[in-house]
């Protein structure tokens, strides 16, 4: 479960949402109308003699096995979320985690709490003095570039931006 602590209003929650289930590792086992029916089929079907058959099919393909909270490193996901954040302009942000285990003592869930703090955005984009051919020729490019101003800091368009100053070099002669 994901939950948000949060003083103002931001914009993208679902999409921020769906980038930390993302980094979640391994995933839960699937629920349908609060059952677990691949599990059931792991669980239920005897284990096959042959690497092929009906019987594989419904242990392995149809049936999933348990995750187990001990194969969930939990302070490595908390990482991850924040390493997540930072790239995607939210700076000051950070998550914490809490295992929460079930009433009847055979299941757990893992739930995180995002302290989310305003993004950071972009205040302005400079490209350098034109004092020989190579700085001129960037400069040239500034016209179509990737960032824009008040736009949400984000590593990846800071990359796509390099990559593609560099492979217009690179086709240049440079």
């Not at 980094?23 to 699937?30: E, G, L, S, T």
């Not at 059952?35 to 284990?47: A, I, N």
């Not at 242990?59 to 930072?86: E, F």
């Not at 995607?88 to 302290?115: H, M, P, R």
Request: proline share 6%; charged share 30%.
């Amino acid at each position: 479960k994901v939950e948000f602590i949060q003083t103002e209003k931001i914009k993208g929650r679902a999409e921020i949402k769906a980038q930390v289930k993302k980094i979640v590792r391994p995933k839960p086992n699937a629920k349908i109308f609060g059952m677990r029916p691949r599990l059931w089929f792991y669980y239920h079907t005897k284990e096959p003699k042959k690497p092929k058959g009906i019987r594989n099919w419904f242990k392995y393909k149809i049936g999933q096995p348990p995750v187990y909270l001990s194969n969930v490193d939990a302070a490595l996901i908390s990482k991850g979320i924040d390493a997540g954040l930072y790239n995607t302009g939210f700076f000051d942000s950070y998550s914490q985690y809490q295992v929460q285990e079930g009433k009847n003592g055979k299941t757990a869930s893992l739930l995180i709490k995002i302290n989310l703090q305003p993004p950071s955005v972009i205040d302005k984009v400079t490209f350098p003095v034109e004092t020989d051919t190579l700085n001129r020729t960037i400069t040239r490019l500034a016209k179509r570039t990737l960032l824009k101003k008040s736009d949400r800091y984000s590593l990846s368009t800071l990359l796509q931006e390099r990559d593609r100053i560099d492979a217009y070099l690179k086709r240049r002669g440079y």
